[in-house]
Every structure is written in C-alpha cells, then in structure tokens.
C-alpha cells in the first residue's frame, strides 16, 4: 500500500552565498510555480546553506520523494536513495552533462530535462514555463505507488532510508555509524556510479567511434524503453542522439 501523507517533491537549492555555480537566479519564481503546479503535495528544499543535511537525513529525504527538481550538480547524487520510478526534473547546464539523464536511466527513474543557457561556472535563470510542463509530464510518470504519500518506506535498512544491502549489515540500526559510512563511502559510490555508467555509455557497447577518433554514444532510455524528454520553451521534443558508423 502506498505510504500515508501527501506526495514529497523534492527541489534541489545552491545558495550564492556560497558559490555562484549553477545559481538559478529566478529561483524564487521556478519555487512559486512548482508549488502552484503541485498544490497537493510537500514540496521540500534540498540546500546546501548554511550546511548540507547530515548523509543519513538526505538519504531519508530523497528516500521519501515522489519527485525530485533541481538544477545539475552534486546534490543530484543523492537520487541513488531514490525509489525506482520516481521521476528526476533537471535543469540542465549548458553543455548538457550526461551523468544524472545516465544515472536515472539506470536507477529506473523517468527523466525530464529543462535545457538552460546556465555554465558549469555561472549562474542563469530556468524557464518557468519549461519547468511546468516537465512537472506536468513528470507527475504522469511518477509510479502510482509512489504517489500515496510521502512517509519513509520500510526498506530493512535504517530508519526506512534506502541504502545498499552491504551498509545495511554494515551499519545495523546505528545512525552514528550510519552517518559515518554513509558520510564516508557513499560520495565514493555515487563518483564509482556516474565514472562507471559514463564509460560504459562512451566505449565498447555503450558508443561507437567516429573517423576522426571522436567518442559518440547510443541514445540513452528510460525504464520504460522510451527516449527521455527533453522540455524546452517551444514544447516537449525527444531528446533524439545518433551514432557515427565505425569507419
């Protein structure tokens, strides 16, 4: 049965005060118009100011979520506690980085991009208007079963947060060792995770190499097997990648 309480979408924050990389800069506006466009659900802030959560609290959290939002960086790595099916809304850096459309994929979550103008380096405002229709996709997306509410699901690991089955007996029901294990191996995981399915995207079976040596990579998909959206301010396109035949 579905968990009680109202459905959870978590929106990822990076504060200025801290680093101008990737600030959304109308923030404020992209907050108002999630929550006007989920009136019945808990809408939670992920930031990293004045500090990020301790390891175990942001497991839980993202644990919990029905739907994740945010701009791209690391505070996305934390979908590896996620539940299969839970849609990830992302407001891509321009170049797009790969790594969180690739980790969805494998985590099974649907995945929704908002391309942006904003740098790796710099800030830049998100299309509200971009950003609702990928809520409007994303929620019929969202697996029903996650839907139900937003309490923490018993997954036998500690205090319902989803982690591997080696923290699992690693830890037991300890949230101070949690907190160092977690603290410790699991920015390790989430690096070994993106380094892993970003090689595995670019070489061998994942891509194909052009003439001039260039690296390219089959089109990625979803866990239903579909191209994943791309939503941007002339409507909803897939996002549609090719490979060079090898010469």
Not at 71 to 93: K, M
């Amino acid at each position: 049965a579905p968990p009680a309480g109202p459905p959870i979408a978590v929106l990822t924050h990076r504060d200025p005060r801290l680093s101008p990389a990737r600030v959304v800069t109308n923030f404020g506006a992209v907050v108002a118009a999630v929550r006007e466009q989920l009136p019945n659900w808990q809408v939670e802030m992920f930031s990293d100011y004045p500090a990020l959560p301790e390891p175990v609290a942001s497991c839980r959290l993202f644990q919990q979520a029905s739907l994740v939002v945010g701009v791209h960086g690391a505070g996305l790595a934390n979908i590896i506690c996620a539940r299969p099916g839970t849609p990830l809304v992302e407001f891509q850096q321009s170049p797009h980085a790969l790594d969180y459309e690739l980790l969805s994929g494998k985590m099974g979550m649907p995945y929704f991009g908002v391309p942006t103008r904003i740098q790796h380096l710099k800030s830049g405002e998100v299309d509200v208007q971009a950003v609702v229709a990928a809520l409007g996709k994303a929620t019929k997306a969202a697996a029903p079963e996650n839907v139900g509410g937003g309490a923490a699901v018993d997954m036998g690991g500690i205090g319902g947060v989803s982690v591997p089955d080696a923290f699992t007996a690693a830890v037991g029901a300890s949230d101070y060792s949690a907190t160092f294990v977690l603290g410790a191996l699991g920015p390790l995981l989430a690096g070994a995770c993106l380094y892993a399915i970003r090689t595995w995207s670019c070489s061998g079976s994942g891509g194909s190499t052009t003439p001039s040596g260039a690296r390219t990579r089959r089109p990625s998909r979803d866990f239903n097997g579909a191209s994943p959206q791309v939503i941007g301010s002339r409507g909803v396109y897939l996002q549609v990648e090719s490979n060079t035949p090898k010469a």
